[in-house]
């Protein structure tokens, strides 16, 4: 049975203003970008469900800057790929190559959404929508959508009682709070249309400079 006056219903229309803005037909709120990221690629793995994602049978290496923040590549470490840094310039967002999934932490712009990605945003202090934390992850796909939502919240479904609810696969705990969701709304209200990609200055570190990723693998530009 439904809750009555789910104080998570707040967090749904976060959701739903966030879809709006961007253009995405779906918003999925989690608590970072960090683990936005991380479950899109559980998902990609797991669930394999898109008949023209069959290729993916065994796990690709997933490839990104070899400048971009520390904990990307550990999201991906724990999803149970392997990164792979290449040496490329990026602004605003990148792919995770060759997975359909983007770390777009540093932008937040109006009809930004690509069509067949899932786009990880970020609602850290120095991002745009400064709400301290939080994170965003923009889709079109259906199933992916239920099945995130389940995921970030520990197997449960939103909006149901604890005693009357079943879980069917194991999650975690990475769902948004209601208070960051209210903020959220709240600064949305008059958000500006058309927002610049945020710089990173100073710029991030080599990965490979940290002595946990220092025998990555690395793509040198051609």
Known sequence: MEKQNNPYNIVSMFEDEVAKYTGAPYAVSVDSCTNALFLCLKWIFEIKIQPNWSHWVVRQPVVIPRRTYLSVPQSILHAGFKPVLEEIQWQGEYQLKPYPVWDSAKRFTSNMYRSGQMQCLSFHIKKHLKLGKGGMILTDNEEA??????????????GYQYHNDDVEFLGWNMYMEP?????????????PYDNPDIPENPPYRNLDEFTVFKDLEIIKEK
């Open 179 to 191: 208070g960051v969701a209210a903020r959220g709304l709240t600064l949305m209200q008059n958000f």
């Open 145 to 158: 959508v239920k099945w995130l939502k389940k995921a970030r919240y520990e197997g449960r479904t939103a």
